[in-house]
């Protein structure tokens, strides 16, 4: 327990001035607390927790974010891209926009990302330990399948690289619903198959992002149907490119042969 004698007047004096103009502003303040007794006690004199320990430990405005990156020092690239899979798993956006918690069971972060049940419990726990509690996991009535969720909507505010996995995922969302869009409108004889640039872009897509039908069924069951109406457009792409290649054979051959002609019997222009 700390007195109050124990932390310095100036600290004192920035505490209860802080202009903090976020959202959740008593948790974020208790974790920037927790991580400026933290660096305090990394200093080991025994001295008053100061306003440096603070500053050291990102005051309000970025401890939060600054302990969760140090949650993933020492991941490898696969690990991090694991990381990133999973929070975006644990994450959406509502109707306004907004940054939300969405919890989901072991296994369907293990279909959405591809990895096994102890490699993402593995990367969680570094959420989980030193005295942090960003995650939540709940055994519920199948401890072989919990329920895991972040702990407070203040992570996903605060911590700036979740916000930016947030707003990537969001935008292959809207890419997603895009193509179902137009592969509905293929179906009910309103539209045609993907030309490019759309097309293209679609299959950069697919290509980079790599979407799994338990991902898109997220926010729009039929994926292997949509999947297929991209292939079958570049399908029908690559049908038109050879038939045009094909036409300009023909037509260079036929001017080929008048050419010919036209010296074999003396055929001229006038």
């Not at 030309?195 to 790599?210: G, N, R």
């Not at 069924?217 to 999947?227: A, D, L, Q, S």
Request: avoid cysteine.
């Amino acid at each position: 327990f700390l007195f109050r004698q124990d932390i310095s007047p100036r600290l004192v004096n920035r505490i209860l001035n802080e202009e903090y103009g976020g959202k959740d502003p008593l948790p974020v303040m208790q974790h920037a607390l927790m991580r400026t007794w933290d660096e305090w006690k990394n200093d080991g004199d025994g001295g008053v927790i100061t306003l440096e320990h603070y500053t050291k430990a990102g005051t309000m405005q970025d401890a939060l974010s600054l302990d969760a990156d140090a949650a993933m020092e020492g991941m490898d690239e696969k690990e991090l891209h694991l990381a990133k899979n999973i929070f975006q798993a644990l994450s959406d956006t509502d109707e306004s926009n907004r940054k939300v918690r969405r919890p989901a069971r072991l296994k369907e972060i293990e279909k959405i990302t591809g990895a096994g049940g102890k490699k993402i419990l593995g990367i969680l726990n570094r959420f989980r330990s030193h005295g942090r509690s960003f995650i939540i996991i709940s055994g519920d009535k199948d401890k072989n399948n919990p329920v895991i969720d972040i702990s407070h909507e203040s992570l996903l505010r605060q911590w700036q690289q979740l916000k930016e996995w947030i707003d990537e995922e969001t935008e292959d969302k809207k890419r997603y619903l895009k193509l179902v869009e137009a592969k509905e409108d293929f179906d009910k004889g309103e539209g045609a198959y993907l030309q490019d640039p759309q097309l293209q872009l679609a299959l950069d897509w697919l290509e980079t992002k790599q979407p799994v039908k338990e991902w898109a069924h997220r926010y729009h069951t039929g994926f292997p149907e949509v999947k297929n109406f991209i292939k079958t457009s570049e399908a029908k792409r690559k049908a038109y490119k050879r038939a045009k290649k094909i036409r300009f054979i023909i037509f260079t051959a036929s001017l080929v042969v008048l050419s010919l002609l036209a010296v074999v019997f003396g055929i001229t222009a006038y």
